[in-house]
């Protein structure tokens, strides 16, 4: 990994820890570069804002989230399970983005990745754009109901649960 993307993954790292102590908007960029051990120089080369580490971090989450979605071809309950895996491991991620009113931030890339999933196998012209926005929709407050409460529920029964409601036939 090249010196940049390290001092980049320092600051996000740095973000992410300050965070769970002061609130988002009450850390500085000397904070962070404290944090990070890095100067503001090296801030400013990489971001020109606080909120740029934080789209960062969100844009290698999602990337990461993609990767493993990538590396084999399958279907959408398959993909489902996935992103319940994936976010569950993040929980305490996004309790921080939530308690900061952050959360938000993570829609275009989740839509990002929804339009991975669906370009892929048997699924690829399913579904109009109005759809996809709300598959997206209903994902992230998914993210955001997974992160907050204790689910009783395994990643495979929640993506049958959700492919349930996708089959709206039987509610005919």
Not at 30 to 39: C, L, P, Q
Not at 54 to 79: K, M
Not at 96 to 114: F, T
Not at 138 to 158: C, D, I, R
Request: glycine share 2%; net charge negative; aromatic share 12%.
């Amino acid at each position: 990994m090249k010196q940049s993307e390290r001092s980049k993954q320092w600051m996000a790292d740095a973000l992410l820890l300050l965070m769970e102590d002061t609130p988002y908007h009450q850390i500085s960029v000397t904070d962070i570069t404290e944090k990070a051990g890095v100067s503001r120089l090296t801030f400013y080369r990489n971001f020109e804002s606080k909120d740029d580490i934080l789209q960062f971090h969100f844009d290698r989450t999602f990337s990461a989230y993609i990767a493993s979605v990538q590396a084999d071809a399958f279907d959408l309950e398959q993909a489902l399970t996935q992103c319940f895996k994936f976010w569950h491991c993040y929980k305490s991620n996004i309790k921080l983005y939530l308690k900061n009113d952050l959360h938000r931030g993570m829609a275009r890339p989740l839509e990002q990745y929804l339009n991975v999933v669906l370009t892929k196998g048997e699924y690829k012209d399913s579904f109009t754009q109005i759809q996809k926005t709300f598959i997206v929709g209903g994902l992230f407050a998914s993210m955001v109901s997974l992160a907050v409460q204790q689910s009783e529920q395994t990643p495979e029964e929640m993506a049958s649960a959700v492919l349930e409601i996708l089959n709206y036939e039987h509610l005919r």
